[in-house]
């Protein structure tokens, strides 16, 4: 009983995360700099004990801007974790990294070419 008590609390603390580091980067993050505004979390893992949590990102547009605002990011991450404390009690806000994720447009471009296979024009 307790592992699947354990399940639904790190479950909820992962759509917890999502929702607010979601939140914190669309309204929170004031950075000229950030050259894409849609920047979608895409999963959250989290460690057994909740003290780390990997957060997955997707940023739509080309690689060099991917890149600065994965940078961005980085640079962010504290203010990111001390307002994840604010809106979330644990007894120990997780320690933040940020992972690019690119499976979104990947998807894109496969179902583009898909369509292009179906049309005939590759």
Do not use: C
């Amino acid at each position: 009983m307790a592992n699947r008590f354990e399940f639904s609390r790190v479950d909820r603390v992962r759509k917890a995360l999502m929702r607010e580091v979601s939140d914190i980067i669309r309204k929170e993050v004031k950075d000229p700099r950030l050259a894409n505004e849609v920047i979608s979390i895409t999963d959250v893992e989290l460690s057994g004990d909740l003290r780390h949590a990997k957060i997955y990102v997707s940023i739509y547009g080309p690689e060099e801007t991917q890149t600065q605002d994965m940078d961005i990011l980085q640079e962010w991450t504290p203010q990111i974790r001390s307002e994840v404390g604010r809106r979330i009690r644990l007894h120990h806000t997780p320690e933040i990294q940020f992972y690019l994720d690119n499976s979104l447009e990947r998807g894109s471009r496969v179902t583009q070419l898909l369509d292009q296979i179906s049309r005939g024009e590759v």
